[in-house]
């Protein structure tokens, strides 16, 4: 439905972005305040961070009980898709905070300034199974607390206007903002991978802007405005420039052939930087995608087949990569790509069915998968941490790791089982209905032949899913009959309380869909075209 418009600058303007407010507010404030506290004290400002969020989350659900309307003369949407891309991502970014709060290397960035510890965090890192030494060749600092949670914070702000805008270049400007603040986190375990992944990532993520505005401008040369409802898709001459535009989007979702980045920035990145990468950015740029369908008006065939052009190889290249990962951060990563070729399974039907219904089932798959992803990535940093050897080298870690996972943490391996079966779309759990979701889609947008893909790709990944839990309950590895695993760390409290959480909400919208659907749907009903 149409909703009423705001009148410019008025009072209805500033309550439309107030979350987006409340977070830059938020970042700035702990970007400021960790300049007065000590080291020690510093390093709770992720939690503060966390309940910025959270006030922004709250915030949101005031703004969507106001709507459905327009503010900023049309150029930003406050209806159910903006509330429900808000309440996902924000989501994400609250968990991934949590996460942050004492993980490596803030914790230890506080410890050093009561125990002198600066030269043994200097010590050179072991390339896992290469016999070589990596350096850490950068300040062995790391990113101090104030500094990670206020552009995680500017991050999410950027995050969430994708979801809102109506506007190309209010798009580019917020997808810029959620992007140049990622850099410095993925680098920020100052290690050579680390850096080599951020530089690859900077570079492949200024190309990508560039093709965006490349793309702006031909739109713009050929309707002479920058407006969504403007803007025809079914109009060939401006196909072109939506196509290169789109492509800045593509490549934050990680879609083939735009993937190369991921794995690299997965691996090397602290567990709750590649949990926020995965869960939040995804969601944030699927958000803009999901915008652009609904006020994008009717898509000609062409754009149709682009997008299942690009969600069969993005499924089989993720999927038949991960078979085949010995590495747990970049089997992470490339099952993330696979789960973008699920996504874009949703957005291929939404653009043939009216919008509200292939992006219905993306919602949903959105909202099961983000949980799912943080609850990994964390799993992934108990196991990093777990290593008597240093943990940044952890991003190299072998599958093998997870032998014995039960023996030593049962709670932690029960949670783990869960988010493996989520994201193999088992029963009982959300990923059940997720994946169930996009598959009817797909079948009711007629798209047969991209049905029968994901549900063959289904199959490879419940295979390494399995694989996993299977190792998860083996016995730990053993060499010359004792126990070859030694110095098992205690897990970082959080990252366990993440995960638990997690799974938690994963059985239960896996036993309670209504849960999961009703909100999204009715939500998706108040719609500002």
């Known amino acids: 439905m149409n909703g009423a418009v705001g009148s410019g600058?008025?009072?209805?303007?500033?309550?439309?972005v107030l979350p987006e407010i409340v977070l830059i507010g938020t970042a700035l404030f702990v970007m400021s305040t960790e300049m007065l506290l000590g080291r020690r004290q510093a390093s709770r400002l992720p939690m503060l961070g966390a309940l910025g969020a959270i006030l922004a989350l709250l915030a949101a659900g005031h703004t969507y009980r106001a709507g459905p309307y327009s503010v900023f003369l049309g150029a930003i949407a406050v209806d159910g898709w903006?509330?429900?891309?808000?309440?996902i991502v924000i989501g994400a970014g609250v968990l991934a905070l949590i996460s942050g709060h004492h993980s490596h290397p803030l914790a230890a960035w506080a410890s050093r300034a009561t125990k002198g510890e600066e030269e043994k965090e200097c010590e050179p890192e072991r390339d896992g199974g290469s016999g070589r030494e990596e350096e850490s060749f950068l300040p062995p600092e790391g990113t101090a607390p104030g500094e990670f949670t206020g552009l995680i914070l500017l991050s999410l702000a950027g995050l969430t206007f994708l979801a809102a805008s109506r506007d190309l270049?209010?798009?580019?400007?917020?997808?810029?903002l959620a992007s140049l603040p990622l850099y410095p986190l993925v680098v920020r375990a100052r290690t050579r991978a680390g850096v080599e992944a951020g530089v690859k990532y900077f570079l492949m993520g200024a190309t990508a802007s560039a093709v965006m505005l490349f793309g702006l401008s031909l739109i713009v040369g050929v309707s002479g405005t920058t407006r969504y409802a403007a803007v025809r898709f079914s109009n060939t001459d401006e196909l072109l420039g939506?196509?290169?535009?789109?492509?800045?989007?593509?490549?934050?979702?990680?879609?083939?052939?735009?993937?190369?980045?991921?794995?690299?920035a997965y691996e090397a990145a602290p567990a709750p930087v590649g949990a926020f990468m995965a869960a939040a950015v995804k969601a944030g740029a699927f958000g803009a995608l999901g915008r652009i369908v609904i006020s994008g008006g009717a898509a000609p065939q062409v754009l149709t087949l682009a997008v299942i052009g690009l969600a069969a190889p993005t499924l089989f290249l993720g999927n038949g990569a991960a078979l085949f990962q010995q590495r747990l951060g970049r089997l992470w990563g490339y099952s993330s790509i696979s789960h973008t070729g699920f996504l874009l399974m949703g957005i291929a039907a939404s653009l043939q069915l009216s919008a509200t219904g292939g992006l219905?089932?993306?919602?949903v798959y959105l909202a099961a998968y983000v949980p799912a992803v943080i609850g990994g990535f964390c799993i992934l940093g108990i196991i990093e941490n777990s290593s008597p050897e240093d943990p940044l080298a952890a991003g190299k870690r072998s599958v093998d790791r997870l032998k014995g996972f039960f023996t030593?943490?049962?709670?932690?391996?029960?949670?783990?089982t869960i988010t493996l079966a989520s994201m193999?779309?088992?029963?009982?759990?959300?990923?059940?209905?997720?994946?169930?979701?996009?598959?009817?889609?797909?079948y009711e947008a007629g798209h047969i032949g991209l049905l029968l893909v994901a549900l063959f790709n289904s199959l490879m990944a419940a295979y390494y899913y399995v694989r996993m839990i299977r190792m998860t309950f083996s016995d730990p590895e053993t060499a010359g009959g004792e126990e070859k695993e030694a110095g098992w760390r205690k897990p970082p409290m959080l990252y366990g309380i993440v995960a638990g959480f997690s799974a938690i909400v994963l059985l239960a919208l896996g036993i309670f869909p209504a849960a999961l659907f009703d909100p999204i749907v009715t939500a998706m009903k108040?719609?500002?075209?």
Not at 242 to 264: N, R, T
Not at 408 to 416: G, I
């Open 526 to 529: 108040r719609i500002v075209l």
């Open 242 to 264: 939506i196509l290169l535009f789109l492509s800045g989007l593509f490549f934050k979702i990680a879609a083939v052939p735009f993937h190369a980045w991921m794995p690299d």
């Open 169 to 176: 270049l209010i798009t580019v400007i917020a997808l810029e």
């Open 424 to 442: 193999a779309g088992l029963p009982p759990t959300a990923g059940f209905w997720a994946k169930l979701s996009v598959f009817k889609a797909a």
């Open 9 to 16: 600058m008025g009072w209805l303007s500033s309550v439309g």
């Open 360 to 363: 219905v089932a993306t919602a």
């Open 82 to 87: 903006t509330a429900v891309m808000r309440g």
């Open 408 to 416: 030593r943490s049962p709670f932690l391996a029960v949670a783990f």
